[in-house]
């Protein structure tokens, strides 16, 4: 069974650019979130989508968007770069709602660097 | 709110030493807790998770935590530790029956060496 799949895997943006990054949750999970992880931060949460629903979002900026498809892949997107945003994100899927103790299973995240 | 935190930012110790890497956490509702490990360009794998009963958890490479709920503390153990151990280990926890978000604690790099 394949695991949870992020694209692309590194690249490098310009400040005041817009980046798509994308992730392929285990087949059959509904749940998908993303996370950012900084040397400064940490891994902070962003948000989740459960069914094509955001149920739960982070304390981001509106810059930071995201969406969850039919086949719950999921993208998440980020406009107007600023070099603060330099970071890995990480994608994160799960088959229930939250409700139970399911896991969560991460990908192997995207690393964006902003110039 | 919730919050997590890690007591040890960074933990170095021998091979075959054992190791305890410290985890505290509030929150005024019931949570699940979670220790997650990442090797380096790599994302996170779970260790273990407690979500009821038996306060001592067991999980994958010979790790165990305890929890504790009048100390608000989940601690990770392994006996003896091994050269590959070494990695940045993450302390989480969720809201039970809530929805799939994990408050992470800062981390704790371990070294492990020869």
């Known amino acids: 069974k394949a695991g949870v799949t992020q694209t692309p895997r590194y690249l490098i943006k310009t400040r005041g650019q817009q980046v798509t990054l994308s992730c392929s949750p285990i087949?059959?999970?509904?749940?998908v979130s993303w996370y950012q992880q900084t040397p400064g931060q940490g891994l902070q949460f962003l948000f989740e989508?459960?069914?094509?629903?955001?149920?739960n979002k982070g304390n981001f900026p509106g810059r930071f968007s995201g969406r969850q498809f039919s086949n719950s892949r999921s993208e998440m997107n980020v406009s107007t770069l600023e070099l603060g945003d330099s970071a890995l994100y990480l994608c994160?899927?799960?088959f229930g709602d939250g409700s139970s103790g399911n896991t969560i299973y991460f990908g192997e995240g995207s690393w964006l660097t902003v110039v | 709110a919730q919050s997590v935190t890690q007591l040890d930012s960074q933990v170095p110790v021998f091979e075959e030493a054992p190791v305890e890497l410290r985890c505290n956490y509030s929150?005024?509702?019931?949570?699940?807790l979670f220790w997650y490990v990442q090797y380096p360009n790599q994302g996170l794998q779970l260790l273990l998770k407690?979500?009821?009963?038996?306060?001592l958890v067991k999980g994958i490479n010979g790790f165990e935590a305890e929890f504790n709920k009048s100390q608000t503390s989940f601690h990770l153990r392994k006996p003896s530790v091994h050269i590959s151990d070494t990695a940045e280990y993450f302390c989480?926890?969720?809201?039970?029956?809530?929805?799939?978000?994990?408050?992470f604690g800062a981390g704790t790099r371990l070294a492990v060496h020869p």
């Open positions: 994160a899927s799960s």
């Open positions: 087949s059959g999970h509904r749940s």
């Open positions: 989508y459960f069914s094509e629903t955001q149920r």
């Open positions: 929150s005024s509702v019931s949570v699940y």
């Open positions: 407690y979500l009821s009963g038996s306060t």
């Open positions: 989480a926890v969720r809201i039970s029956g809530g929805y799939n978000k994990l408050i």
